[in-house]
């Protein structure tokens, strides 16, 4: 990883993307895996916006363990090491394709979930905001919470037939595009607009250096391409 390290050494501006893989080495299933949510029945209904407002049971009983068990979970290996970068004044922020919010149990300041997030939910009828934490608690009265007005409360996750969160997404794009090291850890860029972001920085002249287990359609563009994200994870806490 000496080159990759030499780079964000050298860099004025680093910016990242995480994915599906940084989480993974904390314990938490791939979605898309072999044990992940999309393997469960029905599984495209569970984050169906359609079907959450027809059945919001599809996705409480679908995310019952996945959304509301990350308590359970503690930031990995690549979420300190992207706190290390950060609190070392070279990681200007992290974009990340991730709903489970480990990057701000690590501290991180600056992270854009392209995604949403589950941190904010909103009632489906009036609008009524209730934080996470509110809505553990009304869950483990059991049932489906729901607000006053009798509307039912929705993460701020992005479902299937939603747009990406403007801000979030805008703010990423900024970060790819004035990055000169931008560093792809953990997803394999299949999944648009979000895998669209490295692609911002090539053209802006900048360098992308790619740390996943499988191989992506940028890794021939790229000016470093790693498998180990905990080797990767290691090297920066060294720094």
Known sequence: MKELIEAIRGAKCVG????AGVSTLCGIPDFRGPQGLYKQPNAERIFDIDWFDRDPSVYYNG?????????KFQPGPVHLALK???DKGKLAGIATQNIDM???KAGS???YEVHGSPILHHCRRCGDEK???EIMAMLKGGGIPKCTCGGAYKPDITFFGESLPEEAFRSAQE???RSDVFLVLGTSLTVFPAAGLPRLTLQAGGKVF?????RTDLDDYAAGVYRDLAEFAEAVLKM
Not at 63 to 71: F, K, P
Not at 210 to 214: A, T
């Open 63 to 71: 995310c019952a363990e996945l959304v509301y068990g990350l308590d």
């Open 175 to 177: 970060l790819a595009i």
């Open 102 to 104: 480990l990057h701000q």
């Open 109 to 111: 300041p600056n992270v």
């Open 131 to 133: 934080t996470f934490e």
């Open 16 to 19: 990242c993307l995480t994915g």
């Open 210 to 214: 790619i740390v996943n287990g499988q």
């Open 84 to 86: 290390h970068l950060e």
